[in-house]
């Protein structure tokens, strides 16, 4: 009898993970398709900026957002 509980336990878990893993999986294949969607519109973004604007933008970003400070 105790093993019929046990064993009926162990079958709900181990579809209840699936369950989980089915969802995750449903959202994870969703977030990479909108970060490709993302990236597809813009790419082509700076295409469009002469070769001293694009420099600036550069030394803009390793100075504020990486914290990168320029060798001398």
Same mark, same amino acid.
């Given at each position: ?15 209840? =993970? ?35 604007? =694009? ?18």
């Amino acid at each position: 009898m105790f093993s019929f509980l046990k064993k009926s336990k162990n079958i709900h878990l181990h579809k209840k =993970k699936l369950e989980k893993d089915k969802i995750q999986q449903i959202q994870r294949q969703a977030l990479i398709k909108d970060a490709i969607m993302i990236h597809q519109k813009q790419s082509k973004l700076l295409d469009n900026l002469s070769e001293a604007t =694009k420099d600036q933008l550069r030394e803009f970003a390793m100075k504020r957002v990486f914290n990168i400070k320029e060798k001398d």
